[in-house]
Structures are given as structure tokens and as C-alpha cells.
């Protein structure tokens, strides 16, 4: 760094670091048909399957119109089933299928093959103190944890005809 030049204040540099990161990881999923929502639905759906729609839209705070968008491409790709669900009949049980199990898996590996990029500079303390601090601001900011806060600003997509 250029000692003539005053380090940036950590807000700053935790909104550029997560910009890049989220940049980062869009391309990387984009290689397997992936948006970063996508894969997100993916990972909440394989830790909790059969979860409702409507648990699903109140864990991401993403408005529930936009979530059947999100959720009818998921299913005609085959990577996840709506059933109907044994508890409400009025619900429908979320389950990822084979091929959404394997995206999942492919997921993960990118994922990691991301983290080790981003933080390659970083000793494994380093990168340990970081999350340690990094969790500390999170849970400060009552962030809902393994839920990425940019869900609540997805809306329905408009209609091409009106």
C-alpha cells in the first residue's frame, strides 16, 4: 500500500470487498446456468427439504411473486419438485431433485474455488479472525444468517406487455 495514502474506513472497504465478491461469484455460477438467487434457493432447499414456499419467501424476505418466478425456472430446468405438501394442502413441499442435488454439489465447489481466491492473501488465522469479526458485525446488524440480505430487494419481473 501507498503510505502517502490514508487507508479507506472499514464500511467502505466491506461494501467494496462484498461488490467484487458478489461480481465474482455471479460469473463463477454463470459457467453452470447459475444466478447467485438460484443457487442460494438451492443450498436453503438441500439443508431443509420440504420447506414451503411460503417458509422459503419468509427466510429470504424476497417477495413472494418473485419467488414463484424464480421457483417455476428452477423446476422447468429439473432442478427442484414442487409436492404437495402432507401437513397443508394448500402448500407445496419444496425438494431439490437428482439433478438439483448434483447443481448443488457443483455449487459448493465453486464456492470453495471462490472463498480461496478471494482470500488468498490470507494466513488460515487471518482468514479465521475475519469471519470471526466479520460474524460479529453480522449478528450486530440482526442479519439473518446463510441468507444473503440482496434477496429482499428482488422484485417480480415486469411483463413484456404490460
Given at each position: 500500500?501507498?503510505?502517502s495514502?490514508k487507508?479507506?474506513?472499514?464500511?467502505?472497504l466491506?461494501?467494496?470487498?462484498?461488490?467484487?465478491?458478489?461480481?465474482?461469484?455471479?460469473e463463477r455460477?454463470?459457467v453452470?446456468g447459475?444466478?447467485?438467487?438460484d443457487?442460494?434457493i438451492l443450498?436453503l432447499?438441500?439443508a431443509n427439504?420440504?420447506?414451503?414456499?411460503?417458509d422459503?419467501?419468509?427466510r429470504?424476505?424476497?417477495?413472494?411473486?418473485?419467488?414463484?418466478?424464480?421457483l417455476?425456472?428452477?423446476?422447468?430446468r429439473?432442478l427442484?419438485?414442487?409436492k404437495?405438501?402432507?401437513e397443508?394442502?394448500?402448500?407445496?413441499a419444496l425438494h431439490?431433485t437428482?439433478?438439483?442435488?448434483?447443481?448443488?454439489?457443483?455449487?459448493?465447489?465453486?464456492?470453495?474455488?471462490?472463498q480461496?481466491?478471494?482470500?488468498?492473501?490470507?494466513?488460515?488465522?487471518?482468514?479465521?479472525?475475519?469471519?470471526e469479526?466479520l460474524?460479529k458485525?453480522a449478528?450486530?446488524?440482526d442479519l439473518?444468517?446463510?441468507v444473503?440480505p440482496?434477496?429482499?430487494h428482488?422484485?417480480?419481473?415486469?411483463?413484456?406487455?404490460?
Open positions: 500500500m501507498d503510505p495514502k487507508p479507506s474506513g472499514p464500511a467502505f466491506l461494501a467494496q470487498v462484498g461488490a467484487h465478491a458478489a461480481s465474482k461469484f455471479s455460477i454463470a453452470i447459475l444466478t447467485p438467487p443457487a442460494g443450498r432447499l438441500a427439504q420440504g420447506m414451503s414456499q411460503q422459503l419467501s419468509a429470504l424476505g424476497i417477495h413472494p411473486s418473485r419467488l414463484v418466478a424464480i417455476d425456472a428452477l423446476e422447468n429439473g427442484l419438485e414442487r404437495p405438501n402432507a397443508d394442502r394448500r402448500q407445496y431439490l437428482a439433478r438439483g442435488r448434483d447443481a448443488f454439489t457443483e455449487i459448493g465447489r465453486i464456492a470453495q474455488q471462490h480461496q481466491a478471494l482470500c488468498s492473501s490470507l494466513t488460515h488465522d487471518e482468514r479465521e479472525k475475519l469471519t469479526l460474524q458485525i449478528d450486530e446488524q439473518t444468517s446463510d444473503h440482496g434477496y429482499r428482488l422484485r417480480p419481473k415486469q411483463r413484456a406487455n404490460g
